[in-house]
């Protein structure tokens, strides 16, 4: 059971205004279908909300004391301990509740004594926002219900903008608000009639280490963690990557027995998709991908926003992508944030070694300012009225600096207490209302075990990967995303390792050239100039009201201008941005119960219809701003004329999740070439229009395409551009929006395509194959697939597709295209995914037949002009496939043998199609790929010869490849 709280305290009573103000809090902090309860006497009054199952009562009275908790509370918390929890508190001790795992915050009410409590846990999972007027003491879980219900200001604190455009996050105990403030992590806050005492609970003393191992007490520590968190649960998630810390989670969940299931999102090909592959696969555990696109940022913004009370940069919702799936077969979600900071994965010898304390906290400060760390850059953003005097930022990284301790305590205190304590207390929070989420590494016995390691043990995070090594041997011998080696490795030979990395990376600075690598988790910098543009243009330009007063206009369009024209990379500064426009659009959206302050008069109804302010918004959101968005986007893709040609046969299941993913609103026709199967009672049933091809004519795809193109041209006139989606292929979420905006702005592009990856990659060898093959480069390129987003008077000048081929039909046209003056573009950005269903041998070599075949075709119509491509590839099947293994053979006689050595030549295209994929992919598919191409050599020799010999005999192949 997950729950919030909030209330109003005075001892002195509670007026007419206090009440109405406190049900206005209840009310609008109440989500749909959630479990409610309140209590209230004279001078107090409570209320709790919980958010999903659970049986115990939400407000437990005894001996006239009454409780409420948040979080997800533990059974412990009953009413059989009241007295205990008011005995320690009266006494000044640490409950031994709130040791209890999970986190939890609470409100303790003394009715007859006139005293309250409120709680934080001792690692402030859970926050408690607590702000004063009208002489009462306001609280609440979360921030908007208390700003809306009227008694509460909402004034903004320039101090909290501008540590938010400093560090991406709050520190301390700030809010954005000036009249609220976050309880600090084991704090109590004693109410009474003599005023409020503010208590930081001492916690236990940590024990001296003893002699065993450190990476033992760890394993120990956090065993016990992982047990108490997975205890009576059937199923647990958790979300593995390539890193150390839901390694470490996977490891011990298996050691105590549990039933696992992982789950891993990220860019198609990332570096964490393929490392948390080999991990399930090395320990048997169900695993299933969630491939990120940028299109969850739009969708879930509102209630990355909401949950986190716009105190965090927007782009760290990306959890949200794969929580659906997570919910809907997990019982309980190990999350591994904190980790590696506890850990130390932030220290290095430079920072180690230091002794002057100004100097670590400039270099913590400069790794840290992620946003505008230029003080510069956040005077001219602050608009004048708010530039009122404000802190140094550094001052939050000198506070966690301490005399009587080295100075990289202190940084290493920064980023446990704030930066991390920040992203762990709402990263949660983000899916607690959909699952149990569990968060070990914030167990007390854990935290103890990593506090006690000696430097030498944090440094380079040497006893946490001792306990990799020690504890879970198999899966130490799986690289790391960081060092890209094998944890199983001597630790001498991964400081080489990172050195070695950080001397190419500074190499390649030097000489301008872009690091080479594979792709990581997100892309947010292109996200944001494509799948999100327009969310970034609605929030902060044609939405930017919100931000007047706050900030100078001129200098976020100048932020946003040079981010999409790609000259600099602001991602983190428009996070910040976003974040903070969202958090006062919220605001204002929102009705107050009482009108005050300089934000939030909102109109009548706002968001209030749709709020879920315990879970995401309904419908994954459905609030106002979204809807108006998506409102926006369906006109400008009507102003656009955008039409979509899906063409097919025999496709099946494929067809439906092909039609499915086609954008709502647009015209679109599926063209058919004679299907079998039920492939036209499929699109009749989604209601798209169908065009069956003659089958007196032979078929081939481009015909298809060709008369798709005349029917959508002939019912739509003012058809602008046209998207050609092969029936195999689901078309990405926000590929359209992000294509048609392109074609815009860059007038001198007749084509353009994006990334295509396999559907299921790991299903059969072929389908790797296949996903490798789609790893095309990006930028101008000479040619594209099928599945193209083409102008349509670009297409018409060029007269269509040439009908008569039945392969090569794509760059037959990109070249006449090019030809015309224009260009041919792939953008770094998912437009399709593909399902190719190769199971079977022959399957492949009638696939690598097409291309061999599709050349041919280029090189007869254009000749030498179709670009010395097709040359070099005709050249090449038939050296290496023809040339070269008949001479070898045919003058081994002769040399007693020695001219099969020419054979050995094979290496040359081998080692050139290893190196081509390689930088982005393991050894074990760079080799699977080197040889596939080597092999593929024949059935494109094969493929030229069909082609020669319908050629030869006037007559060309009708039948499709398929």
């Avoid at 002009?865 to 001479?887: D, G, I, K, Q």
């Avoid at 045919?890 to 030549?905: E, N």
Wanted: glycine share 10%.
């Amino acid at each position: 059971m997950r729950a919030e709280f909030h209330g109003v305290l005075s001892p002195a009573g509670l007026d007419d205004a206090a009440r109405d103000a406190f049900e206005a809090l209840h009310a609008s902090a109440a989500p749909a279908g959630a479990r409610s309860s309140t209590w209230s006497c004279a001078w107090a009054a409570v209320g709790v909300h919980a958010l999903r199952g659970g049986a115990r009562p939400l407000v437990r009275e005894a001996e006239g004391l009454v409780l409420v908790v948040a979080g997800d509370p533990s059974p412990a918390w009953d009413v059989a301990r009241l007295a205990e929890l008011r005995d320690a508190l009266a006494a000044g001790r640490a409950p031994a509740l709130l040791r209890e795992p999970p986190p939890a915050a609470a409100c303790l009410v003394d009715v007859a004594a006139r005293r309250a409590w409120l709680l934080a846990d001792r690692a402030g999972l859970v926050p408690v926002h607590v702000a004063r007027a009208d002489g009462a003491l306001w609280f609440s879980t979360r921030l908007r219900p208390l700003l809306r219900c009227g008694a509460v200001p909402d004034d903004l604190d320039p101090e909290g903008v501008a540590d938010l455009l400093a560090f991406e996050h709050l520190t301390g105990d700030r809010t954005l608000h000036r009249a609220v403030r976050v309880l600090p992590p084991a704090t109590t806050l004693a109410l009474d009639a003599d005023g409020e005492r503010a208590t930081v609970r001492e916690e236990p003393p940590v024990d001296a280490p003893d002699d065993g191992r450190p990476s033992d007490r760890l394993h120990a520590a956090l065993l016990g963690a992982v047990s108490d968190a997975v205890a009576g649960a059937g199923t647990v998630g958790i979300t593995l990557s390539g890193g150390l810390d839901s390694r470490a989670l996977l490891g011990c969940a298996l050691e105590v027995g549990a039933h696992v299931e992982t789950f891993t999102f990220g860019l198609p090909g990332s570096r964490d998709i393929e490392l948390a592959e080999e991990l399930a696969r090395r320990t048997g555990v169900a695993h299933s991908t969630v491939p990120l696109d940028g299109s969850h940022l739009p969708r879930d913004l509102e209630h990355v926003v909401d949950v986190t009370g716009g105190g965090v940069g927007a782009v760290h919702g990306q959890i949200l992508a794969v929580l659906d799936r997570v919910a809907a077969g997990s019982d309980v979600l190990l999350d591994g944030l904190g980790g590696d900071m506890l850990s130390g994965g932030h220290l290095a010898w430079d920072l180690v070694t230091a002794r002057d304390p100004d100097r670590v906290v400039e270099r913590t400060w400069r790794r840290h300012a992620s946003a505008f760390a230029d003080d510069a850059a956040r005077a001219r953003l602050l608009d004048p009225d708010l530039a009122v005097v404000l802190p140094d930022p550094r001052d939050a990284v000198r506070a966690c600096v301490r005399r009587d301790e080295p100075p990289w305590r202190g940084a290493h205190r920064f980023d446990v207490l704030e930066r991390q304590r920040r992203f762990v207390q709402h990263g949660p929070h983000l899916c607690r209302h959909a699952v149990d989420v569990r968060t070990p590494f914030r167990d007390a016995d854990v935290e103890a075990a990593f506090g006690a390691l000696p430097l030498r043990q944090l440094v380079e995070q040497r006893a946490y990967l001792d306990l990799h090594r020690r504890a879970w041997p198999e899966l130490a011998r799986v690289p790391d995303a960081a060092r890209g080696v094998p944890l199983a490795w001597p630790q001498g030979l991964r400081f080489l390792k990172r050195a070695g990395d950080a001397s190419a990376r500074r190499l390649a600075r030097a000489l301008d050239r872009p690091a080479r690598g594979r792709p990581g988790t997100t892309d947010y910098p292109t996200w944001l100039r494509t799948t999100c543009r327009a969310l970034v243009e609605e929030r902060l330009l044609d939405g930017g009201d919100v931000l007047e007063g706050v900030l100078r206009r001129a200098e976020v369009e100048r932020v946003v201008a040079e981010h999409m024209g790609g000259r600099t990379d602001h991602t983190t500064r428009l996070g910040a941005l976003l974040a903070l426009a969202t958090w006062l659009q919220l605001l204002r959206a929102t009705p107050r119960g009482r009108a005050r302050g300089a934000i939030g008069v909102g109109g009548p109804g706002g968001l209030a219809a749709d709020r879920d302010i315990g879970g995401r918004p309904p419908a994954r959101g459905a609030g106002v701003a979204t809807r108006d968005l998506a409102a926006r986007r369906a006109r400008a893709a009507a102003d656009a004329a955008v039409g979509l040609v899906v063409v097919g046969r025999n496709e099946g299941p494929r067809l439906e999740r092909c039609l499915r993913s086609l954008p709502a609103g647009l015209p679109a026709v599926y063209v058919d070439s004679g299907s079998t199967d039920d492939s036209l009672a499929i699109a009749a049933s989604l209601d798209v229009p169908i065009h069956a091809l003659d089958p007196a004519r032979p078929f081939s795809a481009a015909r298809a395409r060709n008369e798709g193109f005349g029917v959508l041209r002939a019912a739509h006139p003012t058809l602008r551009c046209v998207q050609f989606v092969d029936a195999d292929c689901e078309l990405e979420p926000g590929w359209v929006d992000a294509g048609r905006l392109h074609l815009d702005e860059h007038p001198e592009v007749g084509v353009l395509c994006g990334r295509l990856r396999e559907r299921e990659p790991s299903r059969s060898v072929y389908h790797r194959l296949a996903d490798m093959e789609w790893d095309e480069p990006v930028g101008d390129v000479r040619t594209c697939g099928g599945n193209a987003l083409v102008r349509t008077d670009v297409f018409e000048a060029a007269g269509g597709y040439q009908e008569s081929l039945v392969a090569g039909e794509e760059p037959d046209l990109c070249l006449r295209v090019r030809r015309a003056g224009h260009l041919v573009r792939r953008l770094d950005l998912p437009m399709t995914t593909h399902e190719a269903d190769i199971t079977r041998f022959a399957q492949w070599w009638r696939r690598a037949e097409r291309w061999g075949h599709g050349y041919t075709e280029m090189l007869v119509d254009h000749g030498r002009r179709a670009e010395r491509r097709w040359v070099r590839a005709a050249a090449s099947c038939v050296a290496w496939a023809f040339v070269l293994p008949v001479v070898a053979l045919a003058c081994a006689a002769p040399t007693d043998g020695w001219s099969l050595l020419l054979l050995a030549a094979y290496a040359v295209p081998l080692s050139r199609a290893y190196r081509s994929r390689r930088p982005r992919r393991t050894r074990a598919d760079a080799a699977l790929y080197a040889g596939a191409c080597l092999l593929g050599k024949w059935a494109e020799l094969h493929g030229v010869l069909i082609c020669l010999g319908n050629r030869l005999s006037s007559r060309r192949r009708t039948e499709l490849f398929e």
